[in-house]
């Protein structure tokens, strides 16, 4: 009798990237929102979500910005990355942070919120007064517990 073999693919850990989106006009402000997806529901999130196959991340950080806030980048530079582990949510994800600028020559440089069914609105929120870290998606609060501050590169 032949042996059964099982193909057990290891479960892994996602990647993610987020955007740390500056703005002259509001000065040690990021650009926050507020979850409405499933997992992570009602946590302060930054724009974001999964590079595509063959995506660069500056591209993958630019055409999610566009998707979810309607604005257009410009300086983009890697930020930071960190390994988020939640077990007790089944999250495992290493994400990418970039931190770019307002594109202010584009058509709009104020955020919209262009995915109401994912996120409450997006506001300009400065850095040093964020909401605690059990209010911030998994991986922002896994950044702001490292001691991370954006405006300290600049």
């Known amino acids: 009798m032949a042996e059964v073999v099982q193909n057990h693919t290891p479960k892994r850990p996602g990647v993610g990237l987020a955007v740390l989106v500056t703005r002259s006009s509001h000065p040690g402000c990021v650009l926050l929102g507020k979850r409405k997806s499933l997992v992570g529901k009602g946590l302060y999130q ?8 063959g995506e660069t991340w500056e591209k993958c950080a630019q055409r999610e910005v566009m998707e979810e806030a309607g604005i257009r ?6 930020a ?5 582990v939640r077990l007790e949510q089944n999250y495992h994800y290493v994400t990418i942070f970039l931190q770019g600028e307002v594109d202010e020559d584009f058509i709009t440089s104020e955020p919209v919120n262009m995915e109401p069914e994912k996120n409450e609105g997006w506001s300009w929120t400065s850095w040093d007064d964020f909401p605690p870290d059990e209010q911030l998606f998994f ?6 517990q490292e001691g991370f501050h954006p405006f300290d590169m600049i």
């Open 46 to 53: 930054l724009p974001g979500g999964h590079i595509e196959f």
């Open 80 to 84: 930071s990355v960190v390994n988020t």
């Open 139 to 144: 991986s922002l609060a896994s950044l702001r």
């Open 73 to 78: 980048l410009k300086n983009l530079r890697l």
